[in-house]
């Protein structure tokens, strides 16, 4: 089992950057896929980021692709995003999963946990 905690959203303007960060904890973070969600206000949740078992493949969704960067360190047991040029419509709640049995996935329903969201708010 994996608990997660995310950390590293607030508000900035538009063209700023934010890194958010998400802590695992178990003994066996490295056999996960990683990945990053967001859900803004009255839309379902969608996929951002997500990160393979060792350090890659990576893959993005392309309204970031170019703009946002996904990381991790298995020794630490963290999954970083690096947030550049930040837009408003970035604006959402953003959520740190793990999947279990995959290497990489951007497929929600593959994610078995989830941590509690960090918000991250763009200013126009």
């Known amino acids: 089992q994996v608990q997660l905690v995310e950390s590293g959203g607030g508000l900035v303007q538009a063209g700023g950057s934010l890194r958010l960060s998400c802590a695992a904890s178990?003994?066996?973070?490295?056999?996960?896929?990683m990945g990053w969600f967001r859900q803004a206000p009255g839309k379902e949740r969608e996929f951002v980021a997500a990160?393979?078992?060792?350090?890659?493949?990576?893959y993005y969704a392309d309204s970031v692709k170019g703009r946002f960067t996904i990381s991790r360190d298995n020794a630490k047991n963290t999954v970083d995003l690096q947030m550049n040029s930040l837009k408003f419509d970035d604006t959402a709640v953003y959520y740190c999963?793990?999947?279990?049995?995959?290497?990489?996935?951007?497929?929600?329903?593959?994610?078995?946990?989830w941590g509690q969201g960090t918000q991250v708010t763009v200013s126009s």
């Open positions: 178990g003994r066996t973070f490295s056999t996960y896929g």
């Open positions: 999963a793990a999947a279990g049995g995959f290497i990489i996935t951007n497929n929600i329903a593959h994610y078995n946990y």
């Open positions: 990160i393979g078992r060792s350090g890659g493949p990576t």
